[in-house]
């Protein structure tokens, strides 16, 4: 029997370590330390909204045209709180799956050492959500009950398409959010700056997705497409009903069933949510990762 060969890089893998290459490179040159970057003791700026109004969930709603201006930014502070949130709750999922993924392979790949460095972006992300919710002295809307043990079955049972497909549409949605309320400057300086560090640091994070789902998915059989297809459908789902904490409802004094209700019938809300899903959508269905019976929870979750 002759000697094992040396592991010699095929030209995919080529290709995948001088992507990594460039986003380690481009982590060192921009990256931020929340602890340094934001200025957590700055007080918060009279009148300015925590998102872009229209990015709302009641905005356009009866229930919207009921509020005051004033209770209008404070329903705004809170959502922003509820979205990063839910963001802060897959980062830590996302954190699990990328380990697993890095356990099983060789830390000298360039590729390998990306997903360590996400890992290590994702750890100050949480806790950059977390210090903005501190900072706006809103409570903890944190994922409850089933949705809480359905991150969790996820974080154990997601791997190739439904871990990148899904790490690719929920930070691509908080994206096009993040984008929209950071140029807007009618928004409290603190939002705008948290969204400005996600942004910048989580479009490496979607590149590094989008080239290892193309990758994997010529090798996927049907099988593990179709599993991958049902668990994608169901975080997206699961996120989309999420995004909105229904008791963020109760900070401008409407019942939480009531608030919730309106804004999942809320047209508008519903084209947001469309239009916040836009490029993933596209880029999944290109990658055959949308399609078939479990369409229907997209449809269903006004993302399609």
């Known amino acids: 029997m002759s000697a094992p060969t040396a592991d010699k890089p ?11 290459d460039r986003l380690l490179k481009s982590s060192v040159d921009h990256s931020y330390d929340p602890n340094l970057d934001i200025d957590w003791d700055a007080p918060l700026v009279e009148g300015k909204w925590g998102i872009s109004p229209e990015l709302s969930s009641l905005y356009g709603t009866e229930l919207w045209d009921g509020l005051t201006e004033e209770q209008r930014r404070t329903l705004t502070i809170h959502e922003v709180c509820s979205v990063a949130r839910i963001g802060l709750w897959f980062e830590m ?9 890095a356990y099983d392979r060789d830390p000298r790949r360039s590729h390998i050492q ?17 210090k903005m919710t501190e900072a706006y002295g ?44 950071m140029r807007d400057e009618s928004v409290q300086p603190l939002t705008r700056m948290v969204n400005k560090i996600h942004v910048t640091e989580e479009a490496r994070h979607v590149r590094y997705a989008r080239e290892e789902l193309a990758r994997i998915m010529p090798k996927t059989n049907r099988a593990q497409k179709a599993v991958g297809r049902y668990l994608l459908s169901r975080i997206a789902f699961v996120v989309a009903r999420n995004i909105i904490h229904p008791e963020v409802y109760r900070s401008v004094g409407i019942d939480p069933e009531v608030g ?18 836009r ?26």
């Open 93 to 101: 999922i996302l954190m699990q799956m990328l380990l697993r993924y």
């Open 138 to 181: 809103v409570p903890d809307y944190a994922p409850t009950g089933l949705t809480h043990n359905l991150g969790r079955l996820f974080k154990t049972v997601g791997y190739g398409p439904a871990m990148f497909g899904g790490t690719l549409f929920v930070e691509e949605i908080l994206d096009q959010m993040q984008r929209k309320s």
């Open 10 to 20: 095929t030209k995919t893998l080529n290709d995948r370590e001088a992507t990594a």
């Open 260 to 277: 919730r209700k309106a804004a999942l019938a809320n047209p508008h809300w519903q084209d947001t949510l469309r239009w916040s899903a």
């Open 279 to 304: 490029k993933c959508v596209a880029f999944l269905r290109e990658q055959d990762m949308i399609g078939g019976p479990t369409e229907v929870l997209w449809r269903k979750a006004y993302l399609v």
């Open 114 to 130: 990306y997903a360590l460095t996400e890992i290590a972006d994702e750890c100050r992300h949480s806790i950059m959500f977390a």
